[in-house]
């Protein structure tokens, strides 16, 4: 049964940063694409970024570009978003998920990010 | 980059049919795009995968009732016998090399 179990997230000031992770389990990690999504309070869905299943192709909105970084531990299962500069606007639930032939085909449980002084 | 529309809301009642559209934008005709449903407080959940020819791949366990169909740029689902537990938000998206985009989601009232 895949899995997928977010954590890192909190509370943090405007400007600050925050790394999340996404560990995942039930399927052969390297072998698929994975990617982060948030929703903002009472918003639809948005994607952020994407990784391939080595780690070398990385994709980003335009929203989060220059201040995301994705990257992947292929040896842990793991896959992380390193925010910096974070805005108040990026506040949401930060969900990641598999991709298999293109789409998003399954989901964590999210987790909350907060950005406030 | 694409650019996926759908209906704020829709209603149906209890045991009906419901029809949910996603329409792509102009030049993205043929995407492929995936269903995904939100029930109230919970994380999304992938429904199926629909091609523009209207060949679809449903998630694991997804029931019977829900299926999948195309028409030029529009993507359906629909929803046959309704149940209380299919009141929910229902999101499209789509794909290309170097990003993927969601719909705005159409929230689903089960009357």
């Known amino acids: 049964e895949v899995q997928l179990l977010e954590s890192g997230g909190g509370l943090v000031q405007p400007g600050g940063s925050l790394r999340l992770s996404c560990a995942a389990s039930?399927?052969?990690?390297?072998?698929?694409?994975m990617s982060w999504v948030r929703q903002a309070p009472g918003k639809g869905l948005e994607w952020v970024s994407a990784?391939?299943?080595?780690?070398?192709?990385?994709y980003y909105a335009d929203s989060v570009k220059g201040r995301f970084t994705i990257s992947r531990d292929n040896s842990k299962n793991t896959m992380y978003l390193q925010m910096n500069s974070l805005r108040a606007e990026d506040t949401a639930v930060y969900y990641c998920?598999?991709?298999?032939?293109?789409?998003?085909?399954?989901w964590g449980q999210g987790t909350l990010v907060t950005v406030s002084s | 980059q694409p650019v996926l529309t759908q209906s704020s809301s829709a209603s149906a009642s209890l045991g009906s049919s419901v029809k949910l559209t996603c329409t792509l934008s102009?030049?993205?005709?043929?995407?492929?795009i995936a269903w995904h449903q939100q029930q109230p407080g919970k994380a999304p959940r992938y429904l199926m995968k629909?091609?523009?020819?209207?060949?679809?791949n449903k998630g694991s366990g997804l029931p019977d009732r829900f299926s999948g169909s195309s028409s030029g740029a529009d993507r359906y689902l629909t929803i046959s016998n309704l149940q209380s537990e299919d009141e929910a938000d229902y999101y499209c998206?789509?794909?290309?090399?170097?990003?993927?985009?969601f719909g705005g989601g159409t929230k689903l009232t089960v009357l």
């Open positions: 629909l091609e523009g020819s209207g060949s679809y």
């Open positions: 990784i391939g299943g080595g780690g070398d192709t990385t």
């Open positions: 102009s030049g993205h005709s043929n995407n492929i």
């Open positions: 039930g399927f052969t990690f390297r072998s698929y694409g």
């Open positions: 998206e789509t794909w290309d090399r170097n990003t993927r985009v």
């Open positions: 998920a598999q991709v298999q032939g293109g789409a998003n085909c399954y």
